[in-house]
């Protein structure tokens, strides 16, 4: 299982950033998706979620409004569409996805939003 993730850099508040996620390994159709992220000192959080259809998505409520996650499963990717950035939206990105009892992800991208 692997994911690369890209998309990310250096923007200030208010604009907007699309991150990609691109999984192989596994029958990605198959499986839901995630999006988190990790603040600088802080614990890893969920983003956003999607099932594995993309008909039923999920969000943290601190990016409600502000960020949309979708897939194509003909690309094996998962996007994450990002407006309105605040400050406190820096962090490292990643994707990834559970397996039976196992969760997997990437090594993320780095988004920092500041002026």
């Known amino acids: 299982v692997q994911f690369v993730e890209s998309g990310g850099g250096l923007v200030q508040p208010g604009e907007s950033l699309r991150l990609s996620c691109v999984a192989s390994g596994f029958t990605f159709n198959r499986y839901a998706m995630t999006w988190y992220r990790q603040p600088p000192g802080k614990e890893r959080e969920v983003v956003a979620f999607?099932?594995?259809?993309?008909?039923?998505?999920n969000y943290a409520d601190s990016v409600k409004g502000r960020f949309t996650i979708s897939r194509d499963n003909t690309k094996n990717t998962v996007y994450l569409q990002m407006s309105s950035l605040k400050p406190e939206d820096t962090a490292v990105y990643s994707c990834?996805?559970?397996?039976?009892?196992?969760?997997?992800w990437g090594r993320g991208t780095q988004v920092t939003v500041s002026s």
């Open positions: 999607i099932t594995n259809g993309g008909g039923s998505t």
């Open positions: 990834g996805t559970q397996k039976g009892a196992t969760h997997y």
